[in-house]
T-cell receptor, first 111, second 116 residues
């Protein structure tokens, strides 16, 4: 069975400070990992995925297979980063990419 | 492209009634996923459909819940004889044909179902 754990329900960070949202997973195979974000009054949208190895809105996430983690990081928080963040996992099994989500972390950036 | 469209946005039912939730995928998308989010929890996978086929329903409760994605028209998630525990937000997501490359899922705004 696959599981995604986001240990922090709430996280408050001052503007300009570094941000790290934690995500740990358990899965027996090689998963695809994602971060989804939901801004206020908007729908859930994909922020980034580990296979792309890209930085979106200043965020990066590195897959650490040894620690089974996929933490989301940004060096300098901005007010517009305030949102709900979900870490998600999909089995690398093309043909059925169902997602397993963590419970989410609400990030609040303090001006 | 209006994105994934779900309706209604809010649905109120009394215990024992039926609830029908509709999802129109993005144009060109042939895969539909349904997820349920209970209060204070993450989204949980329910069912994955392609046109006229249920591919994976491992997350669906065994009774009262059914889903379809007909050749024409939206995907429907149907809950019969609703109970208070069915109160949740139900999200639909769609993606194009995989083709051997992971295609990200695009989500709708969800339907908030409240059971009186």
């Amino acid at each position: 069975a696959q599981r995604v754990t986001q240990p922090e329900k709430l996280l408050s960070v001052f503007k300009g400070a570094p941000v790290e949202l934690k995500c740990n997973y358990s899965y027996s195979g090689s998963p695809e990992l994602f971060w989804y974000v939901q801004y206020s009054r908007q729908r859930l949208q994909l922020l980034l995925r580990h296979i792309s190895r890209e930085s979106i809105k200043g965020f990066t996430a590195d897959l650490n297979k040894g620690e089974t983690s996929f933490h989301l990081k940004k060096p300098f928080a901005q007010e517009e980063d305030s949102a709900m963040y979900y870490c998600a996992l999909s089995p690398a099994n093309f043909g059925n990419e169902k997602l397993t989500f963590g419970t989410g972390t609400r990030l609040t950036i303090i001006p | 492209n209006a994105g994934v469209m779900q309706n209604p946005r809010h649905l109120v039912r009394r215990r024992g009634q039926e609830a029908r939730l509709r999802c129109s995928p993005m144009k060109g998308h042939s895969h539909v996923y349904w997820y349920r989010q209970l209060p204070e929890e993450g989204l949980k996978f329910m069912v994955y459909l392609q046109k006229e086929n249920i591919i994976d329903e491992s997350g669906m409760p065994k009774e009262r819940f059914s889903a379809e994605f007909p050749k024409e028209g939206p995907s429907i998630l149907r809950i019969q004889q609703v109970v208070r525990g069915d109160s949740a937000a139900y999200f639909c997501a769609s993606s194009p044909q995989g083709g051997g490359v992971y295609q990200p899922q695009h989500f709708g705004d969800g339907t908030r179902l409240s059971i009186l």
